[in-house]
Antibody
Framework: EVQLVESGGGLVQPGGSLRLSCAAS????????MTWVRQAPGKGLEWVAN????????YYVDSVKGRFTISRDNAKNSLYLQMNSLRAEDTAVYYC?????????????WGQGTRVTVSS | DIQMTQSPSSLSASVGDRVTITCRAS??????LNWYQQKPGKAPKLLIY???RLQSGVPSRFSGSGSGTDFTLTISSLQPEDFATYYC?????????FGQGTRLEIK
């Protein structure tokens, strides 16, 4: 069974940093792109970043470029999101998801999410 | 960036109704269109990928159609568990973008 479990969320002051983790199991982690998607309170879904299988390709939404870094450790079946210079508008539930390219391009499995609150 | 616009933003319907949600892309995205269902406090769930392909385990009352810029998600006969928010998403180009969501409520 595919499982994605996020951790690392919490309350942080503006300008602070946080590192999110996503532990993957039930599939061959190093065969898939992975992604982070966030959802601000009461709002819709926003794609944040993608990373390819070996970590050599990374893409970000403009609003986090230069502040967030996506990475992975295939030996630990883990995905990460390092978030620096956090702003109030980064407050959201952050989901990790598996990107599947078989027959299309879609996010077929999602974690339960971890909540990040940026506030003084 | 490709903008995705869903209509309606909210919809009231009854159990057994046939419901259609529309998603329009600001430029052609071929068939790189996916649909997700999200219930309150839960992660999104993939329903339809590549515009019309039903994800494994998803009931056949869900169907998708369209290509280019105009897409639809249809629920043929609403069940109580279908009341949720639905999002379309384009994967044609980065940044990946989602529609604003359609909230499906019980009438």
């Amino acid at each position: 069974e595919v499982q994605l479990v996020e951790s690392g969320g919490g309350l942080v002051q503006p300008g602070g940093s946080l590192r999110l983790s996503c532990a993957a199991s039930g599939f061959t982690f190093n065969s898939y792109w992975m992604t982070w998607v966030r959802q601000a309170p009461g709002k819709g879904l926003e794609w944040v970043a993608n990373i390819n299988q070996d970590g050599s390709e990374k893409y970000y939404v403009d609003s986090v470029k230069g502040r967030f870094t996506i990475s992975r450790d295939n030996a630990k079946n883990s995905l990460y999101l390092q978030m620096n210079s956090l702003r109030a508008e980064d407050t959201a539930v952050y989901y990790c998801a598996r990107r599947n390219l078989e027959g299309g391009d879609y996010f077929d499995y999602w974690g339960q999410g971890t909540r990040v609150t940026v506030s003084s | 960036d490709i903008q995705m616009t869903q209509s309606p933003s909210s919809l009231s319907a009854s159990v057994g109704d046939r419901v259609t949600i529309t998603c329009r892309a600001s430029q052609s995205i071929s068939s790189y269109l996916n649909w997700y269902q999200q219930k309150p406090g839960k992660a999104p769930k993939l329903l339809i990928y590549a515009a019309s392909r039903l994800q494994s385990g998803v009931p056949s009352r869900f169907s998708g159609s369209g290509s280019g810029t105009d897409f639809t998600l249809t629920i043929s006969s609403l069940q109580p568990e279908d009341f949720a928010t639905y999002y379309c998403q384009q994967s044609y180009s980065t940044p990946i973008t989602f529609g604003q969501g359609t909230r499906l409520e019980i009438k």
